[in-house]
């Protein structure tokens, strides 16, 4: 299986665990000439875009440390785009999560990292 059916596989698992938890799924994959964000959500009137990191093992590092800065900076560009897109204001609540998957240990990173210009 490639690199691809692999993260999309995770990535549907980690929307049945935030279905579980009660997000409503608005987008997945959502891009644009930037970039991707996996997941966007909404949770108590809050506006989630969602990372998802996959790992086997420890080796390379626990999954939420791979969403390092320059990855924050473009999923924050891409949320300001869906955001712009939609036509949501400032009025509205707005997190970036990160879901860890190591092995088969789902981890919910609520406002894992702030917005980043």
């Known amino acids: 299986m490639n690199k691809r059916k692999i993260g999309a596989q995770y990535e549907q698992e ?3 665990f935030l279905q579980k938890n009660g997000v409503r ?3 997945q994959n959502f891009r644009n000439r930037i970039g991707e964000i996996d997941i966007i959500g909404g949770y108590q009137n809050t506006i989630l875009f969602i990372e998802v990191k996959y790992r086997k093992d420890t080796r390379t590092g626990q999954p ?8 924050q ?3 924050s560009h891409v949320a ?3 955001r712009m897109k939609h036509q949501m204001g400032d009025d509205l609540c707005y997190r970036f999560d990160v879901i860890g998957i190591l092995g088969d240990q789902i981890t919910w990173y609520q406002d894992a990292f702030s917005y980043i210009r």
């Open 14 to 16: 980690a929307v049945l």
């Open 25 to 27: 799924i608005l987008e």
């Open 64 to 71: 939420a440390e791979a969403v390092g800065y320059q990855k």
């Open 73 to 75: 900076r473009i999923i």
């Open 80 to 82: 300001d785009f869906y």
